[in-house]
């Protein structure tokens, strides 16, 4: 993970163990040389800020932001509503999505979202919000058809052309 971090030029999404790799030795990531988005639920970010869970509910958007601009990255923050943070300062609030969005496996089809914009050229930063928006939506009409509960991450995949046919723009 390290050597990916310090030899990429293209950018570079990061969830899971990689985001625990990361947590260990957290000053790589200013020795990136492209851009990195970081895709923690609450534990991980915990794990890559040092700070405890309770101070991270508090403000967990504040946190992040602060986060994302010291180590100049994308941070989108996964929990109840999920945010994107920039380095620049943005932040971008999403209102799509459900708690069935929570199960196992959905973290990687949000992160392969957002990679498969960023591979079309879209700058990291709106990849992000932009992944985060259409797997919530994703997620808003698998709950629609299966419930939150019955949801599995690939109804969220076979939701993906209903949402492109509702809302293509």
């Known amino acids: ?12 999404i990061i969830d899971a163990d990689g985001i625990n790799v990361v947590s260990r030795n957290i000053d790589i990531l ?10 923690p639920h609450i534990g991980e970010l915990s ?10 509910k508090q403000d967990i958007t504040g946190c992040g932001l602060n986060f994302a601009k010291e180590y100049g990255v994308t941070v989108v923050l996964k929990d ?3 945010c994107t943070v920039t380095a620049a300062g943005h932040v ?4 799509t999505g459900n708690a069935g969005l ?7 089809v949000l992160a392969g979202l957002i990679g498969a914009f960023a591979a079309q050229g879209r700058e990291p930063e709106l990849a992000a919000a932009c992944g985060v ?8 009409y698998a709950a629609e058809e299966f419930s939150q509960y019955g949801m599995l991450p690939r109804d969220v995949i076979d939701m ?10």
């Open 102 to 108: 929570a199960r196992a496996g959905s973290g990687d």
């Open 133 to 140: 928006w259409l797997h919530g939506m994703a997620g808003d």
């Open 160 to 169: 993906l052309p209903r949402v492109f046919c509702d809302h293509e723009r």
């Open 1 to 12: 993970v390290y050597e990916v971090i310090r030899a990429a030029k293209c950018p570079l």
């Open 80 to 82: 109840a509503y999920t």
């Open 30 to 39: 200013k020795e990136a040389n492209c851009k990195i988005v970081l895709t």
């Open 92 to 95: 971008y609030i999403n209102t």
């Open 47 to 56: 794990r890559l800020t040092t700070l405890p869970i309770p101070q991270l």
